[in-house]
């Protein structure tokens, strides 16, 4: 954090009494943020990292790194692209292999964000404020990187636009019928509602970057971005109408995306796709690896950027919390799965989920299952679930548990289907391997792109939860008359 | 932000009902009348006996899931930490309240089980079993034994988590000890997973396997959607109520009405995507197996009940509880909370009745008498835990949050 005399803020004189943030005692609600935080501190801690002259070098390090990675995603998009999907470990009987476990991947991460600041929103959960940004930028990155893998995966993709229907004198149209195309419309409406709202929300702290910034370049390109901002009551008083909008709009959109996604399987008759609890255990799911992620990333941004008392161990808690409740739905979806096929009786049904769990893939099945189910069963201790460490080693391996059930889905049901003389292992190939390690690349640059230019948290926001902007409200009931 | 509110708590008498006893002990007996005449009329009409065990499960299962539904809400509050909904939290405790009698009350259709009686679930029929290769396969878990204690084991630990709740709120209304609700807070999370799986093999049992070839793993979820509509709505119900009555009046306000109706809302729409989510997957996939539960529900005048369900427990209620206005007036909410109350109702008909009378939906004289029977007792236990203790958790730490509540 970067504060200079001139922009030396005068805290706030009133110093914050120490209290527990994590405290649970009913008689009184814990602030939401640690410190002597004011409105003028909130906008010089956010808007410094973004003013910083001189960009540190860790950040440089970081950045290299991930423009490395994308360049290898990319590179290896060009070998794939001039060379054919023959370069990929796809092939029968497992048709679908890494490009559609990573597409499923990358969109449940992305769904941490709008949840956030949709569903969340709705549901008047303050501490959103300090973490709503930077879940959305997440989200937005994350979808980029999920819509590369079946763009790519369709094989001419110079051709990649027959996946909309766009009228032609050919008459030639998408199977409307066909989930794969509802994907199309579900994850670009999706992409499309974060983005706007993601943008929408920024716009008031754009033109606070605008008003403070110091160069010519600076000026016009926040300038352009923040769309005229004035912020007055008009404006305000529009954008908040907007903002409640838009959050109506995208709470079904978090749902929306997932499911469908989920239809590409269980919509067809492969066992171990085809089940009815596909939808909701798909989003679920999502929010788990989504929020896992989250925490993985905010982590070490609130330590290296100084937003610790922004993004307070508050904050993470009740993140620990939300992927403990979405790990255990997954863990429950696991369980009816496998009660159902032993119950429903289908002999195929028992053998996909008895192969899952004791065929060739076990491996996977039970990397699976330890990440997203045993794992997070830590966050039950207050202790383990408010300690950095822990939070981060248990997030990270739940994004691993969550890339392997996309895994087992997609790989173990086609590998073994209803005929056993097709019956074959998948091997992924150094272009797989290196693809979706390298998406991760693209992931990273734009995210730190993000923490450079934009503002990490949404100062407005952040603003209207602290105590200052209720000054005088007295919500304490007295003693009862008895 | 609104204007400073200074909250005071109400006075313990004027929010405490009273001359509820007596109502009380009317509908239990009237409730008791009405089974019995039930019985009798199973006994006397032709096939009486399976009608009867129908119309007993659909009663019997329409007020488990109010209880479900308020044992589900109680849970909840406390485990998110709720302030608002403090003011009506009682009313789901004595909702919550039901679960041991109306478990009780499974009993009657349980227990024919035992002794080979098919006619409510066709897999307790021995002459079924020794024909059905498939039931055989499942008669380690669908036989009469298990279920009693399966039963015993949901209805035991749903009195468990009803007797631990609603004791410990009821003493902090003459304590005001902050620990009862520390004690509950720590507790509510593995209680909402004891309920999450008592609730779904519950759906399992009473209702799936009516039809013992078919089974969906969305089912669970599907019947706590449905007991989730049904709870929203009876707690605007029974606010009202007291409201007219004086007990909440001032207390539960528009806005509290404005949440609940909201909810409300986001329940209707997620009952709806559940149950399209189940629909859409069977209908697509196209597997006989799967199909034929919903080909069950249309044929003949089932057709009609299936739409039914589409527009009146989803697309209506959808499109009419979307305005701010609806959810903030109260008889316009209202409306709509009795439709969906009904509507509820219709669905466990659907998901029950068709084993019973598959050429087409049918209404007979005992459905009536069982339900309100059941509902005699159901309402007779309500309002006498209802009577003499106060309405509004008088001394809960978040109560003044509650009473302060606006919606911005």
């Known amino acids: 954090m970067v504060i200079t005399a001139a922009t030396e803020p005068k805290r706030a004189h009133v110093a914050a009494p120490v209290v527990d943030v994590l405290s649970d005692d009913p008689t009184q609600r814990p602030p939401l943020m640690t410190g002597e935080n004011d409105f003028t501190s909130i906008t010089d801690d956010v808007c410094g990292i973004a003013e910083r002259e001189a960009t540190p070098r860790a950040w440089y390090i970081a950045f290299a790194a991930s423009v490395t990675g994308m360049t290898v995603m990319f590179a290896m998009l060009g070998y794939l692209i001039f060379n054919g999907v023959g370069v990929w470990g796809n092939n029968q009987p497992v048709a679908w292999g890494w490009p559609i476990v990573n597409f499923v991947f990358w969109v449940g991460i992305g769904h941490a964000g709008t949840l956030i600041s949709a569903i969340l929103f709705l549901f008047r959960q303050g501490w959103r404020t300090s973490i709503n940004r930077f879940a959305e930028a997440m989200t937005i990155f994350a979808v980029c990187c999920a819509g590369i893998f079946p763009a790519v995966h369709i094989g001419r993709v110079w051709m990649a636009y027959y996946l909309f229907p766009i009228p032609n004198q050919m008459e030639m149209w998408p199977n409307f019928r066909s989930p794969l195309l509802w994907d199309v419309f579900a994850v670009s409406a999706y992409a499309l509602t974060s983005l706007m709202f993601w943008y929408m929300g920024m716009i008031p702290d754009l033109a606070t970057l605008r008003d403070r910034a110091k160069g010519k370049v600076r000026q016009i390109a926040y300038g352009i971005a923040s769309m005229g901002w004035t912020g007055s009551a008009r404006q305000w008083h529009r954008y908040e109408k907007a903002y409640l909008l838009l959050a109506g709009l995208a709470t079904p959109l978090v749902l929306s995306v997932h499911s469908v996604v989920s239809f590409d399987f269980a919509v067809s008759q492969v066992p171990g796709w085809h089940t009815t609890i596909f939808p909701p255990y798909f989003v679920a799911g999502a929010i788990f690896s989504g929020f896992a992620m989250v925490v993985t990333l905010m982590i070490p941004a609130r330590q290296f950027f100084g937003l610790k008392h922004l993004v307070t161990m508050k904050h993470l808690e009740i993140m620990c919390k939300i992927i403990l409740a979405t790990g255990m739905m997954v863990g429950y979806a696991y369980a009816i799965e496998f009660f159902i096929a032993w119950y429903g009786g289908n002999p195929y049904e028992r053998f996909a989920f008895i192969n899952r769990a004791m065929g060739p893939y076990a491996w996977a099945y039970w990397t699976m299952a330890t990440c997203n189910v045993l794992v997070p069963q830590l966050f039950w201790f207050k202790k383990l679930r408010t300690n950095l460490w822990v939070m981060m080693g248990v997030c990270i391996l739940v994004n691993v548990g969550m890339w392997f059930e996309r895994f087992v889905i997609t790989v173990i049901s086609l590998s073994r289907d209803f005929l056993p003389s097709s019956w074959d292992y998948f091997k992924p190939t150094a272009v797989d391997v290196l693809t979706f390690a390298g998406s991760f690349g693209l992931f990273f640059t734009l995210f730190l792109l993000f923490c450079r230019y934009l503002p990490m948290v949404a100062m407005a926001e952040v603003k209207t939860v602290l105590p200052q902007a209720h000054a005088g409200h007295g919500l304490h009931a007295e003693e009862p008359a008895r | ?408």
């Open chain 2, 1 to 408: 932000m609104s204007a400073h509110h200074h909250v005071s708590a109400p006075e313990r008498t004027r929010v405490t009902p009273s001359g509820l006893a007596g109502r009380g002990r009317l509908a239990t007996l009237f409730g008791a009348a009405l089974c019995v005449l039930a019985v009798v009329l199973g006994f006397v009409q032709e096939e009486g006996m399976a009608r009867l065990q129908h119309g007993w499960l659909l009663a019997v299962t329409f007020f488990v899931t109010l209880g479900l539904g308020g044992l589900f809400f109680v849970l909840v509050q406390y485990l998110v930490r709720a302030g608002w909904s403090v003011v009506v939290r009682r009313l789901a405790e004595h909702l919550a309240g039901s679960l041991p009698l109306m478990g009780l009350l499974l009993l009657p259709v349980v227990i024919p089980t035992l002794f080979g009686n098919g006619q409510l679930y066709h897999w307790a029929d021995p002459h079924e079993l020794a024909e059905s290769h498939l039931l055989q396969e499942k008669a380690p878990y669908l036989n009469g034994w298990f279920l009693l204690v399966r039963v015993a084991i949901y209805v035991g630990v749903w009195t468990l988590l009803v007797r631990a709740f609603n004791r410990r709120s009821l003493a902090q209304d003459d304590t005001g000890d902050p620990s009862m609700t520390i004690w509950m807070q720590k507790r509510a999370a593995p209680s909402v997973l004891a309920f999450a799986l008592t609730l779904t093999f519950f759906a399992f049992d009473m209702l799936m396997s009516l039809s013992y070839e078919w089974f969906s793993t969305i089912f669970g979820v599907y019947v706590f959607a449905g007991s989730a509509v049904a709870l929203f709505a009876t707690l605007v119900l029974l606010a009202l109520r007291f409201e007219g009555r004086g007990e909440l009046r001032g207390i539960v306000t528009t806005e509290h009405y404005h949440d609940l109706g909201k909810l409300l809302f986001a329940f209707v729409f997620f009952w709806g995507y559940i149950a399209f989510s189940q629909f859409m997957l069977i209908w697509y996939g196209d597997i006989p197996e799967e199909t034929v539960w919903f080909q069950q529900r249309w044929v003949g005048s089932w057709k009609y009940v299936s739409l039914l369900l589409l527009f009146g427990h989803f697309l209506l209620p959808f499109v009419g509880l979307l305005s701010r206005h609806v959810k903030r007036n109260r008889s316009l909410l209202a409306s709509w909370a009795v439709l969906l109350l009904l509507m509820h109702l219709v669905d466990l008909y659907w998901l029950i009745m068709p084993t019973l009378s598959p050429e087409g939906a049918s209404i007979g004289l005992i459905d009536f008498a069982c339900l309100s029977g059941v509902g005699g007792l159901f309402l007779g236990g309500l309002w006498r835990r209802i009577d003499g203790k106060p309405l509004v958790p008088l001394r809960d730490p978040r109560l003044g949050e509650s009473l302060a509540f606006q919606n911005l």
